[in-house]
């Protein structure tokens, strides 16, 4: 089982390009996470998905968007890159029967110039 | 909202004790995790405490206090490959699907 991977690694982008961030795991999880983590500030929630079609709005999720349309994916867009984007983000996902134990991905690190 | 404190570093010998301390203040809650994060990699589940008391795992036990909204990993044995940053997360409720992540311990472990 590969668990959790995380596409691309790293990434830059110039002000106001788009992306999307691709996250895959073979576990068969329900629940799905996208965080950001910046220096001193641990790991803020971005969005989350707790089935395939369902989403929801975590901690900081201005400025981004996600689809969940198979159970094993998630997306995090960024329509319109800004430097305060840069960060490492984070994917994470959970069994239904145990939200208290994340499996996380590589994460990607995101430069926005 | 959720709100948690943790120190933000802790330098300890080899073969040591440390104790990171983690309160909380959440509007709800089910259980307090505890994630392990070495610097450049992704973090890894640790240990879970839904109920109050000491939760063993090796060298690592993790406790919790309901009442005193409290709880602390305890590394023994300290050992170089501990050097990580650790954080406590909060799931705030039985139908609080997210877990809530305090901003990190950075653990330095010297020879």
């Known amino acids: 089982n590969a668990g959790v991977t995380q596409t691309p690694k790293f990434r830059v982008l110039k002000t106001g390009q788009s992306m999307t961030l691709l996250c895959a795991q073979d576990?068969?999880?329900?629940?799905m996470y996208w965080y950001r983590q910046d220096p001193g500030m641990g790991l803020r929630l971005i969005h989350y998905?707790?089935?395939?079609?369902?989403?929801a709005k975590g901690e900081v999720p201005d400025g981004y968007n996600v689809s969940r349309l198979k159970k094993q994916n998630f997306l995090l867009g960024l329509e319109s890159a800004a430097p305060s984007q840069t960060s490492v983000y984070f994917c994470?996902?959970?069994?239904?029967?145990?939200?208290?134990?994340?499996?996380f991905g590589p994460g990607t690190r995101l430069l926005v110039l | 909202g959720q709100s948690l404190e943790q120190p933000s570093e802790v330098t300890a010998v080899e073969g040591a004790i440390v104790q990171i301390n983690c309160t909380y203040q959440t509007s709800g809650f089910y259980g307090l995790s505890w994630y392990q994060q070495h610097d450049g990699g992704a973090p890894t589940f640790l240990s879970y405490n839904g109920l109050d008391g000491l939760e063993e795992t090796g060298r690592f036990s993790s406790f919790l206090s309901r009442s005193d909204s409290y709880g602390y990993l305890l590394l023994q044995e300290l050992q170089m490959k501990d050097s990580a940053s650790y954080f406590c997360a909060v799931r705030g409720g039985s139908n609080d699907y997210k877990l809530s992540f305090g901003a990190g311990t950075t653990v330095t472990v010297r020879a």
């Open positions: 994470a996902s959970s069994a239904g029967t145990s939200v208290e134990t994340q499996y």
């Open positions: 576990m068969n999880h329900e629940y």
């Open positions: 998905s707790v089935g395939e079609g369902t989403t």
